[in-house]
């Protein structure tokens, strides 16, 4: 199936299918664009018209080209043949499978159905179809000319050669297609739940406040925290996702909704679109105080274990020992203990240990020296003191397993392992989907290699003794093929 000049019908003329048709267009299709609301396909015209000027207008852009495009795009006041149709309506399943049959009635037996759907099953939106093989998720994500990612979206019956014809047809748009199967929350939305679901539970169990998880999490790498970015999608639309993607996969105790967010929705605390959500607005997330401490001094300081962790503090002080085969990574200054976390809380390591002298547990440093979590097992300052030595920022936060960053990464990292094996995609797949979907700094399986499989699992299998439920179980995926 070859579709590069393919005739494209775009139906709804909202947000995402105003994208579509403009990305279409710029890439020589002709484009009818159909909207059940009166004038609403001739306003998106005109607002795309007025967007692609300002970019001529910035030097982006030539006045040729926009006008190539914008004569490509034709609103039209009815469905009318195409040899694709790219559907961006209303997220209902019966508004959609009404919308099909008007199309097999109209379409050539040869022409594409593909759906923009980012939640609702391609398999169940094909049901009661003529032609449920022509069908095929073909998801995009917003604002559609900026972003790289396209979700293809196999249902049961879709057509291998259709699912492929939509990625190369993808490619073409300038686009990275990513195939998976049709699974609830597809890649990127399942993937991405425990972001925010680590920080509500975090708030539940009042380890940290939601301005301390957000900058921990900026250190690592994302350009948003998860209680801001909850803020900015609205926590009525967020805490509806979840609900979602837990009733869909028969309310596995991973996808549990949160009571946090719930009272915020209850209270109309919805984030940004209603003055309030986690924080109040238009002021934001209040600055974390910065602790200060004085240099610290000790007799010996021996920096152990392995990886880019321990390298790390090997070159902030290159007058310590090292001493790569110990079982545990991180910072010896005398007697006091700084351990990477692994999953146990400080004080559940000296207590283990026998050790009377302090220890303090700190996140997975991941990023530029930033922000840094840490806990400790007692009243103890001075160990603290060589985690801003080494240029971090150290914040406190309660002895809770796994911290901050880890907990989370971890839980990504599990999740896309879970994807795999289900078949849903493959490692490259995941990575490319996070990164280019969710702008993550890097993917879960990039993750996995930086920081090991035998150290996520053994921090997943603690949180998992420590909380005793479904929620921390380790993938078979990522227990077996991991080293």
Not at 295 to 300: E, G, H, I, L, V
Not at 349 to 362: G, H, K
Not at 373 to 387: E, H, I, R, T
Request: include cysteine.
């Amino acid at each position: 199936m070859n579709l590069d000049s393919a005739r494209l019908l775009v139906v709804g003329a909202g947000l995402m299918g105003a994208g579509i048709a403009q990305v279409a267009a710029q890439a020589g299709h002709e484009v009818a664009l159909f909207d059940t609301r009166a004038g609403a396909a001739e306003a998106a015209k005109a607002k795309l018209a007025s967007t692609l000027d300002g970019l001529v207008a910035k030097g982006k852009l030539t006045a040729d080209a926009v006008a190539a495009t914008l004569a490509r795009i034709t609103p039209v006041a009815a469905l009318q043949p195409a040899d694709l149709v790219i559907e961006a309506i209303v997220e209902h399943l019966d508004i959609k499978r009404a919308l099909f049959a008007e199309l097999e009635a109209l379409l050539a037996d040869d022409a594409i159905i593909a759906t923009n759907t980012s939640s609702i099953s391609v398999t169940a939106l094909a049901r009661g179809m003529k032609r449920p093989e022509r069908l095929v998720g073909m998801h995009f994500f917003n604002p559609v000319p900026l972003m790289k990612l396209v979700e293809v979206v196999s249902g049961l019956g879709t057509d291998p050669h259709v699912a492929q014809a939509i990625e190369t047809l993808a490619a073409r748009w300038g686009k990275t297609p990513v195939h998976t199967r049709s699974t609830p929350g597809f890649i990127v939305n399942r993937i991405a739940r425990p972001y925010y679901a680590e920080a509500l539970m975090l708030l539940q169990e009042r380890a940290a406040a939601p301005e301390v998880i957000d900058a921990c999490l900026r250190a690592a790498g994302f350009r948003m925290g998860p209680c801001e970015l909850m803020d900015l999608i609205g926590h009525d639309t967020n805490f509806a996702v979840t609900n979602s993607v837990f009733a869909a996969n028969f309310f596995d105790r991973r996808f549990t909704p949160s009571l946090v967010q719930q009272e915020l929705v209850d209270a109309g605390f919805l984030g940004r679109k209603s003055g309030r959500g986690f924080y109040r607005y238009p002021e934001g997330a209040p600055p974390v105080p910065v602790e200060r401490f004085a240099s610290p001094t000790a007799q010996r300081l021996v920096v152990h274990g392995q990886g880019f962790v321990a390298d790390r503090f090997a070159a902030a002080f290159p007058q310590a020992e090292r001493q790569p085969a110990s079982d545990w990574v991180g910072l010896e200054a005398d007697l006091a203990q700084l351990r990477l976390t692994d999953g146990r809380t400080a004080r559940e390591i000296a207590a283990a240990r026998e050790l009377q002298a302090p220890v303090v547990v700190f996140d997975l440093p991941l990023g530029e020296p930033s922000h840094l979590a840490y806990a400790k097992s007692g009243d103890v300052s001075n160990p603290v003191a060589w985690l801003a030595a080494a240029g971090f920022q150290p914040v406190e936060m309660a002895d809770v397993p796994g911290l901050i960053v880890a907990r989370t990464i971890a839980m990504l990292i599990d999740e896309a392992a879970d994807a795999v094996q289900q078949g849903v995609c493959d490692e490259a797949g995941a990575d490319a989907a996070m990164k280019l979907g969710v702008n993550y700094p890097a993917g879960p399986f990039e993750w996995l290699g930086l920081w090991g499989g035998s150290a996520v699992t053994a921090l997943l299998d603690r949180l998992d003794a420590f909380h005793r439920g479904e929620r921390y179980r380790v993938s078979p995926y990522l227990r077996h093929t991991t080293p």
